[in-house]
């Protein structure tokens, strides 16, 4: 079995050990850069929608509010009981000069 005799410099290992250090340190701090970037612009992102969302719901509730105050001119369909026994009682103007086959007397 062969014997390689190593020898190693102490002072090329000790800067070429502290060049890659920086190196790592450099592309980790880059890489955390470019993620703390892209967090911002995300969160600006949604911040804006949820400012557009907040604003469509304050047009929705001002319109809302806006039609509950006016009178509608729609008719409801469905009406209590009692109105419709009244509305039935109640003769129409005119009609007591009518006779029952429809003929005016």
Known sequence: MPVFDISINILV???LLVI??????????GQLRRKKRQIN????E??????????????YCELKARLKDEDSPVISIKENKSQDLTKQQQPLPGSSNIRKNGAAS
């Open 13 to 15: 290992v000790l800067p």
């Open 20 to 29: 890659a250090a920086l190196a790592g340190f450099l592309v980790r701090s």
């Open 41 to 44: 612009e995300l969160e600006k």
């Open 46 to 59: 949604m911040m804006q929608a949820y400012a557009e969302l907040l604003d469509t719901q304050k047009d």
